[in-house]
DNA sequence: TAAGTCATGTAAAAAGTTACATGATTCT
DNA sequence: AGAATCATGTAACTTTTTACATGACTTA
């Protein structure tokens, strides 16, 4: 099984839903750390009923196309609660901006800033989302939201290193931006 | 052409290297924010040489099996160039561990305080390794790491990203370990 | 003598992306 | 009338992982 299957059983252990539920939660930047396009939740779904960790019911809609509402079953459940309690190796980590990084030193040093800037302001906005909808939590969730054994808990957990790991890049591109300033002639900066 | 091709061709406008040498800096932590397999780097290389981006001599050793010595060609430099400049948009991040955290609320809080402490654990430990690089080439590399011009500014950018990167992943663990203990019985937890 | 390093590759399978395919309803 | 939302899927392709395959030399 993969994260996705895990994921995806993670979501329905909270909320039953279709398949086209799941994909909103996962297309966006909601589904923080995780994202499937439909061409792999469809049949990964498949693949979590055959294995018996999920199960549907169709539900008829007079003013819509009918849907299959997928919910967890007891091993499904079992599979993820044993699936997340065991320790996992530090992954390696991809990051395709550190690739252009890498080689920043064959750009000019007004390319190199343009493109630290324009990234810098991307994750800026995407901090500040995060920071919106951690307002929200902090507002319309309390106490449940501290309380470990709630799955508010547990999104505000993995928003919380949203905001920090967001935080850290602004952090680091405003650095890496400083950094050149100071390294160019300022008239070839400005 | 992928952010593989980018970051081979991005070591190679270094050093020239055999697919060997690739290998071994592209596997372990070293390669920070990028990684391959063999089984990727060879066809890889392949494809780049084919792209007219690369070119090897081979060079017979006496005592070693004899290895194809890539380097970048004026059109592989040029490439690597106009791909650095451009903007890139925000990627949607993976993250293997936010899926388990996203799904805390069903394991215990003993295993959930065992997850994150091990996990914990094994970021402070790359944490370290990083800064100790860090010490290296600040004692070894200056001036030429804060000349934007240089290859070693760009090498200890990266290197920057992969401290705060990991230092931040630190206090998150710290954070959450601590969430976890003020808000289950303090007898369960101990 | 067993494990490790140097050295190059291929094969098969899994995971992920992009595009194809359909069709009703609702909002602008 | 056109775009967006709801709804489910498949096909083709690319990328990545895991395992297979070979062989000489060096160190413990």
């Known amino acids: 099984m993969t994260p996705l299957g895990y994921a995806l059983l993670g979501l329905l252990a909270r909320t039953p839903c279709s398949g086209y539920d799941l994909l909103r939660k996962m297309e966006d930047p909601v589904g923080y ?6 061409s792999q939740i469809y049949p990964e779904l498949a693949r979590l009923e055959a294995a018996g960790l999920v199960r ?4 008829e809609q007079t003013d819509r196309p009918h849907k299959k509402v997928y919910e967890t079953t007891e091993a499904g459940i079992a ?13 390696f980590d991809r990051d395709t901006f550190m690739v252009k990084v890498f080689s920043l030193w ?28 951690g307002r929200t939590m902090e507002r319309d969730w309390e106490p449940a939201a501290r309380r470990f054994d709630s799955p508010k ?18 952090s680091w591109c ?4 400083e950094a050149i300033e100071a390294s160019a002639p300022s008239e070839s900066v400005e």
């Open 56 to 59: 549907h019911t169709v539900v």
């Open 153 to 170: 808990f547990a999104s505000y957990a993995t928003l919380r290193r949203g905001i920090d790991y967001e935080q850290g890049y602004v």
């Open 106 to 133: 064959l750009v000019s040093p007004q390319q190199a800033l343009h493109l630290v800037r324009s990234y810098r302001a991307d994750h800026a906005e995407r901090l500040a989302q995060y920071e919106e909808i």
């Open 33 to 38: 750390f995780w994202h499937a396009q439909r």
């Open 79 to 91: 599979a993820l609660r044993n699936w997340v309690a065991v320790p996992m190796k530090l992954p």
């Open 174 to 177: 405003d650095w890496l931006a």
